[in-house]
C-alpha cells in the first residue's frame, strides 16, 4: 500500500553500515581506551556482533601514564587522567593484534603519539600488518602532560593527518577535540589533509576537588570527562558537522543505551562508540545492538541506514544517504 512501510516484524533488520570505505556489520563498537581489545568480556557475549574491535591507543614506545589518582566519578559522568600509559608497538603486535584479527569483525588500531613523526612511524608499522582495516588516530586526548591535543588547531590536525596520510593506505579515522570554538573547521581540516572519516568526540576537561584536603583529586589536576554527562553536548557536535560537511562521523560520547545510539544515528552519524558505559555495563554493547534492532522492527525500518540523519531537514538528508556522504 502506497506510503505504508514493509512489514519486517518477522524479519531482522539490518544492520550493516558503510563507514568511508569501511562496511561494518552493525553500527556500535567500542570506544578506545574503555574495553582492552575485549578478552575481559569474551565469556559475557560473542564478540563478533560488534561492528569493529579498537584497541586502547597504542603510543611509539612504553609509557607509564600519569600519576594517581587517574579516575574520579562524578554525577553522570567520569573524568580520567590515565595519560594513554603503553607498553608500546611490539608488545601490541605480539599479544593484542593476533586477539583482534580472530574475532570476526573489523580491526581498527588506535595510534597516539607526541609528534607528527610519532604518528606517521605508527602509521607505517601497521600498514605493514595484516588484517588491520583502519586506524583511527587519537589527536585530542586531553591528558598528555607533554603537550596540547592536535585537534585543537585546525591548522594541526590538517598537517598531522597528512603527514599520517603520507605513511599509509589505509583508511584513517581522526579523532577530533570536543572542546573548540569551530568543530567544523577541524573537522574539514581532517577531511581535506586525506581521512577517511571521524570520529566525534574524546572526553572534555574537566577535574574535581577534595573538599576534605582542599586539593585537585586527580594526580594532573584536570582530566577528561565522560559518560552520560557528556552526551547532549556531543551530540550538537555531530549534528553541526553533518549537517554542514558530507564527512562519515562515527559518533563517541555517553552512549549508554540503544536510545543514545538511535540519537546520534537520527542526527547523522553511521555509526557510535561504546566507552565509559562499559565499566557499568560489561554488556554494553550487545544490549545496545539488541535494543537498536528492535527499535528497527518497533518502527518498521529494514535497515539502519534508513534512520540515518533522519533528523535533520529534508535536503540535508538525501545528501546523508548517499554512502560516501
Ligand atoms: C578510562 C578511559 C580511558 C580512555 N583511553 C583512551 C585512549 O586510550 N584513546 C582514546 O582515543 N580515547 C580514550 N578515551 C576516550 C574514549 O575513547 C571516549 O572518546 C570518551 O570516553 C567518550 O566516550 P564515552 O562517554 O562513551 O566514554 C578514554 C576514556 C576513558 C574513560
Given amino acids: 500500500m502506497e506510503g505504508k512501510r514493509p512489514n519486517v516484524a518477522a524479519t531482522t ?40 574491535i579498537i ?76 588484517g588491520i582495516d583502519a586506524l583511527e588516530l587519537d589527536l585530542s586526548c586531553p591528558n598528555h602532560a607533554e603537550r596540547r591535543p592536535f585537534a585543537l ?54 577535574m574535581g576537588i577534595d573538599i576534605e584536603e582542599r586539593r585537585p583529586v586527580l594526580g594532573l589536576q584536570t582530566g577528561g570527562l565522560s559518560g552520560p554527562a557528556i552526551k547532549p553536548m556531543t551530540l550538537r557536535l555531530v549534528w553541526e558537522i553533518v549537517s554542514e560537511l558530507d564527512a562519515p562521523v562515527i559518533a563517541c560520547g555517553g552512549v549508554t543505551t540503544w536510545r543514545d545510539a538511535v540519537e546520534y544515528l537520527l542526527a547523522g552519524a553511521r555509526a557510535v562508540q561504546v566507552g565509559t558505559a562499559n565499566f557499568t555495563n560489561p554488556r554494553a554493547i550487545p544490549d545496545i545492538i539488541d535494543g537498536l534492532r528492535a527499535y528497527l522492527v518497533r518502527h518498521g525500518f529494514a535497515r539502519v541506514t534508513d534512520i540515518i540523519g533522519a533528523a535533520q531537514p529534508p535536503e540535508r538528508r538525501a545528501r546523508i544517504a548517499r554512502p560516501s556522504a
Fill in 55 to 130: 584497541n586502547k591507543t597504542v603510543m611509539p614506545g612504553p609509557r607509564p601514564g600519569n600519576p594517581p589518582y587517574r579516575v574520579l566519578e562524578r554525577t553522570a559522568g567520569l573524568i580520567n587522567s590515565i595519560g594513554i600509559p603503553s607498553k608500546g608497538p611490539a608488545e601490541f603486535l605480539e599479544h593484542q593484534l593476533p586477539f583482534m584479527r580472530s574475532l570476526g569483525t573489523r580491526v581498527i588500531v588506535s595510534i597516539g603519539g607526541l609528534s607528527e613523526a610519532d604518528y606517521a612511524g605508527l602509521a607505517a608499522l601497521m600498514d605493514a600488518q595484516e
Fill in 153 to 206: 588547531s585546525a591548522d594541526a590536525t590538517r598537517s598531522l593527518v597528512r603527514a599520517v596520510r603520507r605513511a599509509t593506505r589505509l583508511p584513517l579515522i581522526a579523532k577530533l577535540a570536543p572542546n573548540v570554538s569551530d568543530i567544523v573547521a577541524i573537522a574539514a581540516a581532517a577531511m581535506e589533509a586525506g581521512a577517511d572519516a571521524l570520529c566525534v568526540a574524546n572526553t572534555y576537561p574537566a
Fill in 13 to 52: 533488520p539490518d544492520l550493516s553500515v558503510q563507514v568511508g570505505p569501511l562496511t561494518l556489520k552493525a553500527p556500535v563498537m567500542p570506544a578506545s581506551g574503555c574495553f582492552n581489545v575485549g578478552q575481559e568480556v569474551a565469556h559475557l557475549f560473542d564478540l563478533s556482533c560488534m561492528g569493529a
